[in-house]
């Protein structure tokens, strides 16, 4: 059984930083593009980021780049999201799953919460 868990969320001042984490469980991760995706209250799930399996070919998009950085470990089965400059706008729940999104790979995802 695929699970992916989320974690790192929390409660940050605009301008602050927050890395986020995924572990990858019960499938084979490791060839598999990876991304995370986040849902604001009230608005449709969206991307943030995806990551080749190799770590060669990385996307954003536009309301992150140059603030966040996708990253993974292979050997850990891990996918990381680094997410720096934060602004209330990126308060949301943060998930991680294949890229394209698997709907049955949904983990409850984590939390974060921007204050102006």
């Known amino acids: 059984q695929v699970q992916l868990q989320e974690s790192g969320g929390g409660l940050v001042q605009a301008g602050g930083s927050l890395r986020l984490a995924c572990l990858a469980s019960?499938?084979?991760?490791?060839?598999?593009?990876m991304g995370w995706f986040r849902q604001a209250p009230g608005k449709d799930r969206e991307f943030v980021a995806s990551?080749?399996?190799?770590?060669?070919?990385?996307d954003y998009a536009e309301s992150v780049k140059g603030r966040f950085t996708i990253s993974r470990d292979n050997a850990k089965n891990m996918v990381y999201l680094q997410m720096n400059s934060l602004k209330p706008e990126d308060t949301a729940v943060y998930y991680c799953?294949?890229?394209?999104?698997?709907?049955?790979?949904w983990g409850q995802g984590t939390q974060v919460t921007v204050s102006s």
């Open positions: 799953n294949r890229y394209p999104a698997l709907a049955d790979y």
């Open positions: 990551i080749h399996w190799s770590g060669g070919f990385i």
């Open positions: 019960g499938g084979t991760f490791s060839r598999k593009t």
